[in-house]
């Protein structure tokens, strides 16, 4: 890659991102596609008589003949981008050039491109979503029954399983996996209607009689439905509910990596993203082991987060028949919003597949915080045993404090041998019941064989949209 460091470059152009979806946006395919366009207008027009096969000829032979810097020249001149390729792309077809554009304005071509460019920006995001999620299915299968504590209001809570955690973060992106395909299908552009979107142009070459036909075929040769009603442009609406679907999936990323940086933490100390052996965590600190990448994608999720709203002021904005206020930040909206997810995609692809596990930390938040979730255990056995409840409980809050002063003074948790002793709860339960009652390891519910149905469900899932 050719990258002029004289000259500021965005970060999407070599940084973020990955070299496939770049391309995509790249200055280049978007010319390439604009003349794609102008040439099955061009052949479609043919069929109606407006040009002859020999023009239509010269058109194909210089298509691919992008040539920016002419195109720049031309553009520094006149001041129009789409007009700067269309004289250079006539300059080098001589004999079909002149009939280009017949009937066109600017965005029957620039708009059918955007939603070209983005069905296949989607396409790509959606296979790197689903490897993403063949991942998460099998560290679900993986770690389905693998205790853990559970944190709610950043408080330890009771035992999970991490399978079940991570059934948590695959089921919403299964949900976003959907929510893009959904958006992805419904994809249509505006066809060829002019400039208001009466078609009136068409209609001056072709007869009204003729333009349902006319679209039908430009439609059939794009592979692309139209809308059926536009005004000068596409519904901006349309952008709205596409950035919408990746700040979902931006979200869904962000919480992964951002649990993942509280577990990080020594604090919880149960996994961490891979380090590598010569990677630096600070310029200042050498022992640091930051959490960089789970870092990054928090960034960029907050960036994409912010997508839906500029594209809902554009939708809201396209006053009347159009206004071009959205046509500079559309420049950079859609390509660096689909350069954002696809990045944080790639980056949570590799934080879960170098993930680590501190075993020894997760049986440390066990032994310290699991027994207090345990006596939960106790107080129904005691109660089923006929034993008087609201005793049991005023009973196992005072052992549960004295526990909670120990662990806070960093002593080991003593609940379990308070339980096991206490005269008054040995009245219905023997000290082996009791012993058994305080393991929080085995107070998971049904989360194993959820976990596990959950990822027999996503890979069925997956397996049918392959």
């Known amino acids: 890659m050719d990258i002029n460091y004289e000259t500021y470059q965005s970060p999407y152009t070599w940084r973020y991102g990955s070299p496939e979806m770049r391309q995509i946006w790249s200055e280049n395919q978007k010319r390439r596609v604009w003349r794609q366009i102008w040439v099955i207008l061009a052949e479609v027009q043919a069929e109606f ?69 983005m069905g296949q920006a989607l396409d790509l995001l959606l296979v790197s979503l689903r490897m993403l999620l063949l991942g998460f299915v099998e560290r679900i299968e993986t770690w389905a029954e693998l205790p853990v504590m559970g944190f709610t209001h950043l408080q330890p809570a009771e035992p999970t399983t991490l399978g079940y955690r991570m059934a948590g973060y695959a089921q919403d992106l299964w949900e976003d996996y959907q929510a893009i395909a959904q958006q992805r299908a419904s994809l249509r552009g505006k066809g060829f209607k002019g400039a208001v979107g009466t078609s009136a142009s068409y209609a001056e070459l072709l007869g009204v009689d003729q333009l349902r036909l006319f679209e039908q075929r430009l439609s059939e040769r794009l592979s692309l439905p139209f809308y059926p009603v536009t005004t000068q442009v596409y519904p901006r609406q349309q952008d709205y509910h596409v950035l919408c679907a990746l700040a979902g999936l931006g979200g869904s990323l962000y919480k992964f990596a ?24 600070s310029s200042a600190m050498p022992f640091k082991r930051n959490p960089i990448s789970a870092e990054k994608i928090d960034s960029l999720g ?40 696809d990045e944080m995609l790639r980056t949570a ?28 255990r106790v107080l129904m056995a005691f109660s089923k045993a006929g034993g008087d409840r609201q005793a049991a409980h005023e009973r196992l809050r005072k052992h549960a404090m004295a526990a909670w002063d120990a662990v806070q003074a960093g002593q080991t948790n003593p609940l379990g041998d308070l339980v096991a002793g206490d005269e008054f709860l040995l009245s219905k339960l023997n000290a082996k019941q009791l012993s058994a009652l305080m393991d929080a390891s085995h107070y998971l519910g049904d989360a194993p064989l959820r976990a596990r149905n959950l990822a027999a469900s996503l890979r069925a899932g997956l397996q049918a949209t392959a």
């Open 349 to 376: 692809h590799k934080i879960l597949y170098g993930l680590e596990l501190d075993e020894a930390g997760i049986q440390h938040n066990l032994a310290a915080y699991g027994p207090f979730a345990a006596v939960e």
């Open 49 to 117: 008589g407006l040009l002859s096969s020999d023009q239509v000829a010269d058109l194909r032979r210089a298509e691919h003949q992008v040539d920016i810097p002419r195109a720049l020249e031309i553009e520094a001149e006149i001041q129009h981008d789409l007009m700067a390729e269309l004289h250079t792309f006539a300059e080098q077809a001589p004999l079909g050039g002149s009939r280009l554009h017949l009937g066109a304005t600017s965005t029957d071509i620039e708009d059918n491109a955007d939603v070209l460019r």
């Open 258 to 281: 951002f649990d993942l940086r509280l577990l990080q933490s020594p604090t919880f100390g149960e996994m961490r993203e891979h380090f590598g052996a010569k990677q630096v965590g």
């Open 302 to 341: 907050r960036y994409l987060a912010q997508q839906p709203r500029l594209a809902w002021d554009n939708a809201a904005h396209s006053l009347l028949e159009r206004t071009l206020d959205d046509s500079a930040n559309r420049r950079t909206l859609l390509p660096e919003a689909c350069l954002a997810a």
